[in-house]
């Protein structure tokens, strides 16, 4: 396996939640910066035109994500309505309240814990994990994939970026990384909305938002599965009556962006 099983700061339950939510703002201006909501939008009218569902469970949603922009964009373009419910295993109470009060139509994030491992216990509909499943380490990433094949669940996972870069070159350019990520990170706080103060002190005067965020950008190229990691994964479970896909996500011009696991009973 390709993959490496390093750290990042988000994953750790010690990490102040005013510095979470802020690095969680950065993803969410990098997918607006990106168009991944098209991305999106499109692979989850594809899993629909396969397998039928009216609600969509986002799974370690954070912030939320593109999931905001991707349940405005779905239901203007479907007939019939899909309810989007965003979920975490450690809720943020008061993101999740800040959405909520939001009342955007068919979203909703569920203020209780969500176990992403167990589809016996996740409500009813098409499992999504977006930009997370890399955060996974293997044993647990293969009872994911498992449990929604056992539980004849849909499921869609997509990554934003791909793991390609050989080992060796990646700890090679490490430093200009990390100096790049900082920089970005420094002009994409000006996009956060609502930009707060608590954001601003930890991005220019103490930064360590755009350090951490540069780290745990890094650090997630080399955690990110490659398509024969994950084929290596549903091996020892794999038969005829789930279909799995795996290949890269393309926007709307045809330009690749991240990848896409699919999987839905046959």
């Given at each position: 396996m390709k993959r490496i099983q390093l750290f990042e700061f988000e994953d750790f339950n010690w990490l102040p939640d005013t510095i979470r939510t802020s690095l969680t703002n950065l993803i969410v201006v990098l997918h607006r910066l990106l168009g991944t909501a098209d991305v999106i939008t499109s692979l989850i009218q594809k899993v629909r035109s396969n397998h039928e569902f009216s609600q969509v469970v986002d799974l370690g949603s954070g912030s939320g994500g593109a999931m905001l922009e991707v349940a405005e964009q779905l239901n203007e373009e479907e007939k019939d309505a899909v309810d989007f419910l965003l979920t975490d295993l450690h809720p943020n109470a008061d993101l999740v309240q800040k959405i909520n009060a939001r009342q955007l139509p068919n979203l909703h994030y569920l203020k209780t814990s969500v176990n992403a491992t167990d589809f016996e216990q996740t409500p009813e509909?098409?499992?999504?994990?977006?930009?997370?499943?890399?955060?996974?380490?293997?044993?647990?990433?293969?009872k994911i994939l498992k449990s929604a094949q056992d539980n004849r669940e849909a499921i869609l996972i997509y990554e934003i970026g791909e793991n390609f870069v050989p080992t060796i070159l990646w700890w090679l350019l490490l430093p200009l990384s990390l100096v790049i990520l900082i920089i970005m990170s420094l002009v994409m706080t000006l996009f956060v909305r609502p930009l707060t103060f608590k954001?601003?002190?930890?991005?220019?005067?103490?930064?360590?938002?755009?350090?951490?965020?540069?780290?745990?950008?890094?650090?997630s190229t080399m955690r990110t599965y490659t398509f024969d990691d994950i084929k290596f994964l549903i091996q020892d479970f794999e038969n005829e009556s789930y279909h799995w896909e795996i290949e890269k996500a393309l926007k709307p011009n045809g330009k690749a962006l991240g990848y896409y696991i699919m999987g839905y009973p046959k």
């Amino acid at each position: 396996m390709k993959r490496i099983q390093l750290f990042e700061f988000e994953d750790f339950n010690w990490l102040p939640d005013t510095i979470r939510t802020s690095l969680t703002n950065l993803i969410v201006v990098l997918h607006r910066l990106l168009g991944t909501a098209d991305v999106i939008t499109s692979l989850i009218q594809k899993v629909r035109s396969n397998h039928e569902f009216s609600q969509v469970v986002d799974l370690g949603s954070g912030s939320g994500g593109a999931m905001l922009e991707v349940a405005e964009q779905l239901n203007e373009e479907e007939k019939d309505a899909v309810d989007f419910l965003l979920t975490d295993l450690h809720p943020n109470a008061d993101l999740v309240q800040k959405i909520n009060a939001r009342q955007l139509p068919n979203l909703h994030y569920l203020k209780t814990s969500v176990n992403a491992t167990d589809f016996e216990q996740t409500p009813e509909g098409l499992k999504t994990m977006v930009n997370s499943f890399h955060h996974m380490p293997p044993e647990t990433a293969k009872k994911i994939l498992k449990s929604a094949q056992d539980n004849r669940e849909a499921i869609l996972i997509y990554e934003i970026g791909e793991n390609f870069v050989p080992t060796i070159l990646w700890w090679l350019l490490l430093p200009l990384s990390l100096v790049i990520l900082i920089i970005m990170s420094l002009v994409m706080t000006l996009f956060v909305r609502p930009l707060t103060f608590k954001q601003l002190f930890f991005t220019y005067l103490i930064p360590i938002v755009p350090l951490i965020y540069a780290w745990d950008g890094q650090a997630s190229t080399m955690r990110t599965y490659t398509f024969d990691d994950i084929k290596f994964l549903i091996q020892d479970f794999e038969n005829e009556s789930y279909h799995w896909e795996i290949e890269k996500a393309l926007k709307p011009n045809g330009k690749a962006l991240g990848y896409y696991i699919m999987g839905y009973p046959k």
